[in-house]
């Protein structure tokens, strides 16, 4: 729709971003509730980055998506951050205020465990154990979703040790650190299996990873959405295991930055996965 001067404006900071499909997904948005407003790729080189966020309010700007390699910087720049943010370590929303401050916060958790509940019918954390494949910032959102929620025991395995024991140090609670070859070993009476290293992504190395200890019971979800159907996915798939993709978590954590800005929830539907899957 045509634009006018009380258009409200969002957008998402990154470098780069041309890959980004933020505005494609706002824009869905913004046109099937016939909102006066627009979504616009903001590529930031890191350097620039304080000086990009504090414009905002000056350019009109109703707030942004952060994405990387911005998200640590943006809760160090944040006026105010929500606690989970905090823990989380990172920010991926800002809504500018009335009084031009930039509130961050954090809606990885948010669409993750929504969008296994959208996809994985009668998931709940508290169903069993759960095999977290990875530390960087992903499994960490990935980890305190799981603990919010409920769940009583985390494995934790990265090809670091190191780093997944400090991240289990950082967010504490019933955290377990697995050798990264002993993953397979690690997946016996789990009920979720989450993969949230860049293995197996379209030009990045497989993830190579034995299922035979996997319950058959057990969700299987990969938070990589390129392809959307990993290799992972789709060997659990074949065994019988019920499988996520990961486009789910980008269309479900963008739901609350939109609400901020454009005052309207909007739902995933299979046609905003459609439209989404063709930009």
Known sequence: MTLSGKSRISGVLGWPVAHSRSPALHGYWLAKHGIDGAYIPLPVAPEHFEQAARALPLLGFAGANVTLPHKEAALRLADTVEPLAKRIGAVNTLVVGADGSLAGSNTDAFGFIENLRQGAAGFTASRGPAAI???GGSARAVAVALLDAGATELRLVNRTKERAQELAAAIGGPITVVDWAERAEALAGVALL???????????????????????????????????????????????????????MLLHQARPGFAAWFGVMPEVTAELRAFVEAA
Do not use: C, F, H, W
Not at 197 to 202: E, K, P, V, Y
Not at 214 to 237: E, G, H, N, S, W
Not at 239 to 246: A, C, K, L
């Open 194 to 248: 989450v993969n949230t290293t860049t293995l197996g992504m379209t030009g990045q190395k497989p993830l190579e990873i034995a299922l035979d200890a996997l319950p058959k019971t057990a969700i299987v979800t990969d938070i990589v959405y390129a392809p959307i159907k990993t290799d992972l996915l789709q060997r659990a798939a074949r065994r019988g295991n019920s499988v996520v993709d990961g486009l789910g």
């Open 133 to 135: 494949l990875g530390a």
